[in-house]
């Protein structure tokens, strides 16, 4: 997948179907999810609770349905980070089948100290991970 570093396999399931007989949102957004967790394992052994001593918080997420997806659709999820900033980053997501793209979209992420409750500066070992990782620049 094109602009991906990071791709991994789905196959969609019936949970994963709504009443109108495809993908439903809340499942697109779980594959979100399910990619960026194999996304911080790759990156770094991180996960979405450490990422290098504190978690990670999600207050905005995009979603463009570009095709239906069904039952045993073999797709590839894209996941890449687009920006780092100071206390948060930018992840871009692509879903596709068979090479056609049927889901788009992007999530802020907020580094997060859950005992202390509040956000908080990105830890430097997550930073240079992703950056080394996506090549892209550190301020």
């Known amino acids: 997948m094109e602009g991906f570093r990071f791709v991994m396999p789905y196959r969609v399931r ?11 949102n809340a499942a697109v957004l779980s594959f979100f999810q399910d990619g960026r967790i194999g996304y911080l394992q790759q990156v ?12 990670i918080i ?3 997420a995009h979603v463009q349905y570009k095709a239906e997806m069904f039952l045993g659709d073999e797709l590839q999820i ?3 980070v ?14 596709e089948r068979q090479g056609e793209v049927t ?6 992420l907020v580094a997060f100290d859950y005992q202390q409750r509040k956000a908080r500066r990105l830890p430097d ?3 240079q991970a992703v950056s080394a990782f996506e090549k892209l620049p550190l301020d």
């Not at 019936?14 to 439903?24: A, C, E, F, L, R």
């Not at 770094?44 to 978690?55: A, K, L, P």
């Open 78 to 80: 894209g996941v890449r």
């Open 58 to 60: 999600l207050p905005e």
């Open 125 to 127: 070992v997550f930073r």
């Open 103 to 108: 889901a788009e979209g992007t999530t802020a």
């Open 14 to 24: 019936i949970s994963d179907i709504n009443y109108g007989g495809h993908v439903s």
């Open 44 to 55: 770094g052994s991180f996960s979405e609770q450490d990422i290098g001593g504190c978690g």
């Open 82 to 95: 687009e920006e780092l900033r100071r206390s948060s980053f930018i992840m871009s997501y692509r879903i």
